[in-house]
């Protein structure tokens, strides 16, 4: 029976126990490659969030789920010196990148939109498409029950109802203002807590979308001091209501998220083509967009099991 010293001595040298240096430098090494491949997956990440954010029929909600960071902004809306320790370095990149996405890569799309709207359109009904799966699975991880596809059916149909509305109900012009602003801003964040909301298209339909991103662009502190309190304070407020709901209630509210997603995929899918040399191209478009989701699908899960 070994005394309490050999017991020490003997824990001592098991922790004295060195590992060879080569070992040693080579997962040094797989972790600042994981770092890295993370970093720039965020980045790219928040730039297809910011720059999807801007696109008429394009949730950034849908977009936040879609790319698997929902869940984590909304912590940072209700809980944000909790979310921040815990995720700061996806936060950063995925705000720079997001950054990059509204102001840079944002000009981008709209210029393929001004080239061929159609085909800009299908390649994001491609990439949202690709990641339902994902989504759907998700959804179940914690079990799924009649109310779980009751509550995506419910949301599925409430969401066609609206965005149908929307796109080709009448509205009434408004005159672009401080007060328009605030709730181009509100609309904004919506969009940000509420998956399938698309604001650029009831803003649209307002008539004050192109003023609107005219203004943001231009630095007008007029335009976006008014748009910036009304997305974040709406952002802020709805966050910790969506939280709740999501830890109390994980397989309905997720399933509506999926129905969400249906929801605004489909009320986007383009209806008027010139020929069917139009039609085909849109469908290859879209399918680029669901083979660069399912990749970056994978990714993610290789990612994952090596973290």
Known sequence: ?????????????????????????????????????????????????????ILPGISGGVLCVV??????????????????????????????????????FAKVIEFLFAKSEMMATWLFIGLIIGTIPALYKEAGKHGRSKGSFVSMFVAFAVLTSILT??????????????????????????????????????????????????????????????WVLGMFGTAVLLARLVTYLFDKFYSLSFHAVVGIVLASTIVIIPLEYNNILQFLAGILFGAAGFIIAYLSDKMDLKIKSEE
């Open 1 to 53: 029976m070994k005394t309490d010293n050999q017991q020490i001595e003997t824990k001592e040298e098991m922790n004295n126990v060195t590992v060879p240096a080569g070992k040693s430098a080579e997962g040094e090494t797989k972790k600042e490659r994981l770092s890295l491949v993370t970093m720039i997956k965020n980045f790219i990440c928040g730039a297809a969030i910011g720059g999807g954010a």
């Open 67 to 104: 790319f698997g960071v929902y869940r984590s902004i909304m912590e940072l809306f209700s809980h944000p010196i909790r979310a921040i320790k815990k995720n700061w370095r996806m936060f950063l990149f995925v705000g720079i990148g997001w950054v990059f996405g509204f102001w840079i």
């Open 165 to 226: 509305y929307v796109q080709y109900g009448e509205f009434v012009q408004v005159k672009p203002g401080f007060g328009w602003y605030v709730f181009s801003g509100v609309l904004w964040g919506l969009s940000i807590v509420v998956p399938g909301m698309t604001s650029s298209s009831i803003l649209m339909s307002l008539g004050i979308y192109q003023d609107l991103n005219s203004g943001i662009a231009a630095f007008d502190m007029g335009v976006i001091i008014p």
